[in-house]
Structure formats: C-alpha cells, structure tokens
C-alpha cells in the first residue's frame, strides 16, 4: 500500500467526520452501553462512547463505513477519551488498553475492506488521542492558581498506554487532536517518541489543535503561531486545526500555519457553531462552500470534519477537495 507521505504529496486527503454526532443517531441507552458484560457495572455508563467498542462495535464499524463510504480516506479511532485520566469518571481505567486495542482493531479491518475494494484509494487509520478531561497548564480552582490537576508525568504514562495500545490494534497513524492545552499535548508526543524509540517504528503523527474562541488562542493562551512553535521539534506529518470554531473562522489561524510551517496542514472544523440547543445547523453544502476557501488559498494537506458532521458533509468537502491541488511539501519524505 501507499505510504500516506507520497499520497500527501499528490492530493488532499480527506478525514472523517464525528463520530459522536453519528452515535447519537442511535438512541442508546445505559443498557446499550452496558451490554451483557457490564450489565452489573456499580456505576452509571451512558455517554461513554469509547465502550461502545467493546458493547456496540458493530454500530462502530457502521460509522467506519459510512463515512468511507462518502469518500473519506482516513478513519479516526472511537478513542477519543481514551486514557486511564479520562476513564476515571466511569471506573474504567483498567479497560483502557483493550479499548483503545479494540478501536483500531475494528477501523484497521473496515479500512482493509475499502481498500481490497478500491486497491487505488488506500484507506488509513488516525488512531484518536483526545485531551483528557485535565490541564497541565491552569489550575481548575480559581482560588489556588498553582494546582494543578494532572502532572506532566501522569500524562504521558497515560498516553503512552493509550498510543501503545493504538498501535498494537492496527492504527496506520496517530492524531493528537482537539489541544486546549499544548502542555498535554507535548505531554502526548514525548510519549509517542518514547514509543517508537521503544520499538524501533516510525509512525506519523498529525497534531491538531483547537481555538477556542474569536480571540484566536487555545485555551492555554496560545496564538496559532505559537502553538506551531511549540509543537515544531517533534517530527509530524502535519500540524492544524479542530473543533471549536466552524470553518470560515479557522481561515485566519490555518493561515498562519501554511505560511509558518513545512508540515502538512490539516483542518476539521465544525459543522458551525451550535445554536441553543447545543446542535449543529450548517449543511453540508454550507460547509463546503466554507471549506472552498481552504483549497482556493492552498491552505490545506488533509480536511475533515469535526462536532455536527456527518457522512453527507464528508461527500460535499470530498467532491470539492478533488478538484483541487494539496498545499505542496517541503519536508514530507
């Protein structure tokens, strides 16, 4: 198979799009989530997706397909809290290896099932690391602003758990995504290093942040152009943005990058904003029209979508993302 550096260099590849959003079509209830082997579970399940791998996975691998489907070439794992700091809030940290191994397990076989298929369109695996639910950057108590709720350390034995654990099930890449804090993320990505040092591998990496409001910084305070700095010692595939924001207020910042950077920039935003109700309106036509901006600027390397999308928005940004060339590579081997 291709290797995803020389597919980079020769079109725009196209993520996935929510996962969540996708589930929640499902009306799941806290039995579903149990399923047989939690069914006496001393705490309450509903909300964690990540065990829908182990209760649902049929349901996971319906979401893999659909939007492989619709023309995606990489698949995100269901992984998306998957470490022991994230699974605390169900008891489920002993889980964590065989959740996560079980993820890419089921996205590796739907990926090999489209690729037999289509032998001329790869279809790869972005094994999800999420934030955790913790900061190592700011306190959480507005009265004491020195504590902090997670260490450094704790992270990244965390996600070297996690990234393990993706790798062993068949993840051809590993996405750092959604970063409201570049402490963590760094946190995230030493620990891959120490991973591929450990087995002597070399697995890309794409990292993505999140501007969390019109002030165009993370939640940390960073610029773009600062995240990129701080993130630029580590060898990536690309570097870009999702989440938070819809996709034509991400212009500015991914701008900053493909100007910045030798990497590989990718973007996933939102279907918009959410209204009151905490959903998403924008059409899928919308968020294309948005998106066209990207390619006509030749901003991006690789786009997906993020809260609020579907298969139908995956097929609108892939039917325009074909017609156009990728931001060309300095540094991709």
Same mark, same amino acid.
């Given at each position: 198979?291709?290797r995803?550096?020389e597919?980079?260099?020769?079109?725009?590849?196209?993520?996935?799009g929510?996962?969540? !959003?996708?589930?929640?079509?499902?009306k799941?209830?806290?039995?579903?989530?149990?399923?047989?082997?939690f069914?006496?579970?001393? #705490?309450?399940?509903? $909300?964690?997706?990540?065990?829908?791998?182990?209760?649902?996975?049929?349901a996971i691998?319906e979401?893999?397909?659909?939007?492989f489907?619709a $023309?995606?070439?990489?698949?995100?794992?269901n992984?998306f809290?998957?470490t022991?700091?994230?699974m605390a809030?169900?008891?489920?940290?002993?889980?964590?290896?065989e959740?996560?191994?079980?993820?890419a397990?089921?996205?590796?076989?739907?990926? %090999?099932?489209?690729?037999a298929?289509?032998? #001329?369109?790869?279809?790869?695996v &972005?094994?999800?690391?999420?934030p955790?639910?913790?900061t190592?950057?700011m306190?959480?108590d507005?009265?004491d602003? $020195?504590?902090?709720?997670?260490?450094?350390?704790?992270?990244?034995?965390a996600?070297?758990q996690?990234?393990e654990a993706?790798?062993?099930?068949g993840?051809?890449?590993?996405l750092?995504?959604?970063?409201? %804090?570049?402490?963590?993320?760094?946190?995230a990505?030493?620990?891959?290093?120490?991973?591929k040092?450990?087995?002597g591998i %070399?697995?890309p990496?794409?990292v993505?942040g999140?501007?969390?409001?019109a002030?165009g910084?993370?939640?940390? $305070?960073? !610029? &773009?152009? &600062?995240?990129?700095?701080?993130?630029s010692h580590?060898?990536?595939?690309?570097?870009?943005?999702?989440?938070?924001?819809?996709?034509?207020?991400?212009?500015? #910042?991914?701008?900053?990058?493909?100007?910045?950077?030798?990497?590989?920039?990718?973007?996933h935003p939102?279907?918009g904003?959410?209204?009151?109700?905490?959903?998403?309106?924008?059409?899928?036509?919308?968020?294309?029209?948005?998106?066209k901006?990207?390619?006509e600027?030749?901003?991006?390397?690789?786009?997906?979508g993020c809260?609020?999308?579907t298969?139908? #928005?995956i097929?609108a940004?892939?039917?325009?993302?074909?017609?156009?060339?990728?931001?060309?590579?300095?540094?991709v081997s």
């Amino acid at each position: 198979m291709a290797r995803i550096e020389e597919i980079l260099k020769e079109r725009i590849l196209v993520l996935d799009g929510a996962m969540g !959003t996708m589930l929640q079509r499902y009306k799941f209830q806290e039995e579903d989530f149990r399923g047989e082997r939690f069914k006496d579970w001393e #705490h309450p399940l509903q $909300g964690n997706n990540d065990l829908l791998s182990l209760t649902q996975p049929e349901a996971i691998a319906e979401v893999h397909r659909k939007y492989f489907a619709a $023309g995606a070439d990489i698949a995100e794992t269901n992984t998306f809290s998957g470490t022991t700091i994230a699974m605390a809030d169900y008891f489920m940290e002993d889980l964590v290896y065989e959740l996560n191994y079980e993820s890419a397990r089921i996205a590796r076989k739907v990926a %090999d099932e489209f690729t037999a298929k289509e032998p #001329h369109k790869p279809r790869f695996v &972005a094994g999800s690391i999420g934030p955790t639910n913790k900061t190592a950057s700011m306190s959480p108590d507005v009265n004491d602003p $020195g504590f902090r709720a997670v260490s450094f350390d704790e992270l990244r034995i965390a996600y070297k758990q996690q990234a393990e654990a993706l790798i062993d099930g068949g993840s051809d890449l590993l996405l750092v995504e959604t970063i409201f %804090d570049t402490l963590n993320a760094k946190a995230a990505l030493f620990a891959i290093e120490e991973v591929k040092e450990e087995r002597g591998i %070399d697995i890309p990496i794409m990292v993505s942040g999140t501007i969390t409001d019109a002030s165009g910084r993370t939640l940390s $305070g960073q !610029t &773009a152009e &600062a995240f990129l700095i701080s993130i630029s010692h580590i060898p990536i595939l690309t570097v870009g943005f999702n989440c938070a924001l819809g996709a034509s207020q991400l212009v500015p #910042h991914l701008e900053v990058l493909a100007n910045k950077t030798d990497f590989g920039v990718s973007a996933h935003p939102n279907a918009g904003l959410p209204n009151a109700f905490g959903e998403y309106d924008e059409t899928p036509e919308q968020m294309a029209a948005q998106i066209k901006e990207y390619v006509e600027k030749g901003l991006i390397n690789i786009v997906g979508g993020c809260c609020g999308t579907t298969p139908e #928005h995956i097929t609108a940004i892939a039917d325009l993302v074909k017609e156009y060339d990728p931001r060309e590579l300095t540094v991709v081997s």
